[in-house]
């Protein structure tokens, strides 16, 4: 055993994790050159290495599972090479905040990267609505039941009532515009910046009172239309601190005087600009999680903050679901798609349901009002399954 392997091991142990061992959350190492690339950039490496195959693990989930409820981030940083390479993340990580990597231009990236990487993909993976966000597992027994119900939950916490119009900021596939038009009987503008989401939402909402469009949520400053309502589910994500203003205040504009908004975004929990690195490379670009204190200063004086909900338990449970669903259909994929994309899907699936599982990442609803509702706000906290 060399000292690279020495001391990554004695890192590991903290966590219950033995190199090439025989547990299922254990790492299984195929290739010596894992350990100096560890040690160079550990957050991009980690995930880098796993595609290559330069290691294996049975169950990835539980791996980052252990590893972040071990806090090994900060104990590895007694050990002069891992603080060598968490000082070149800092460095990395300044200077990326001096730019603004979510501008009207970029913003495109991640549609183009992420969401139009194929329709095959999301169609195998999702549920039959085609919900890319978390379910809600309350009384759910399939993945089906669990994003049916999340999009009850959002409809009802919004209070639809027929006539009323929806704006829907990120739309995806258009399962919430689709739902909420058939079930609440409104009609919905849905915007996306994919344009394979865009080709299929138009159709997927076709013959009802739904206009899909593809576009940046900037755009709508430029016009003059009012909701009674608008939501976003799992977009926040793509819009980055430096736009937080101008994307409030865009909701603001778009939104009636007696209107709510329901903002649905994954949220850290600590304070930091950059996301994951490998997930920010090869998944998601440009992309950046919110905190509690960012998200609450981004609407200071804008809106009222009527109800706040914290659902990111679901997520472990969804993110295994799609991972299932993903290797289940993977003969009816492996002719577009090579060996390595296969290993990238699965580490973004089960390294991320690792993290919730761990409560590292949460899940929020959020209900804002512009001048308070006058008589207060009902919370809805849990809806029923009515299959």
């Not at 890192?11 to 547990?23: D, K």
Request: glycine share 6%; proline share 2%.
């Amino acid at each position: 055993m060399t000292n690279n392997s020495r001391m990554i091991q004695e890192v590991f142990a903290q966590a219950n994790v033995t190199l090439n061992g025989n547990n299922p959350w254990d790492i299984i190492v195929n290739d010596n050159h894992f350990y100096s690339r560890l040690l160079n950039n550990t957050k991009l490496s980690i995930g880098e290495t796993y595609v290559e195959g330069l290691w294996d693990c049975a169950k990835i989930d539980s791996f980052i599972y252990r590893v972040l409820t071990a806090d090994l981030a900060s104990k590895a940083l007694a050990h002069p090479k891992f603080w060598r390479s968490a000082l070149k993340q800092r460095f990395y990580d300044y200077i990326h905040n001096l730019f603004n990597h979510q501008t009207e231009t970029k913003s495109f990236i991640v549609g183009k990267q992420h969401y139009d990487i194929g329709n095959d993909i999301y169609q195998a993976m999702l549920d039959k609505r085609m919900v890319y966000s978390c379910g809600y597992w309350e009384g759910a027994k399939t993945l089906d039941e669990a994003q049916e119900l999340k999009l009850k939950l959002i409809c009802e916490k919004l209070d639809l009532k027929p006539g009323m119009t929806v704006l829907d900021i990120g739309c995806g596939w258009g399962s919430f515009a689709k739902y909420a038009a058939e079930n609440y009987k409104v009609s919905v503008l849905g915007i996306t910046i994919s344009k394979q989401q865009y080709e299929y939402a138009k159709n997927a909402c076709a013959n009802l009172p739904i206009e899909i469009r593809f576009q940046d949520y900037r755009e709508l400053l430029q016009k003059k239309e009012q909701f009674n309502r608008i939501v976003s589910i799992g977009m926040f994500e793509h819009v980055g601190f430096k736009n937080y203003p101008i994307y409030m205040n865009t909701v603001s504009h778009c939104m009636k005087e007696d209107g709510l908004f329901l903002l649905h975004t994954i949220g850290a929990n600590s304070s930091k600009y950059v996301s994951n690195s490998w997930l920010n490379k090869y998944i998601f670009p440009n992309s950046h999680l919110p905190t509690i204190t960012q998200l609450a200063s981004s609407f200071e004086s804008i809106f009222i903050m009527e109800d706040w909900q914290n659902i990111g338990f679901n997520y472990d449970k969804t993110l295994m679901a799609w991972h299932h669903n993903f290797n289940n259909q993977w003969d009816n994929l492996k002719h577009r798609y090579n060996e390595q994309f296969r290993r990238m899907w699965n580490f973004y699936l089960l390294s991320c349901a690792g993290a919730f599982r761990a409560r590292h990442n949460q899940v929020w609803q959020i209900l804002l009002s512009k001048k308070g509702l006058p008589s207060g706000y009902s919370p809805v906290l849990i809806v029923k399954n009515t299959n």
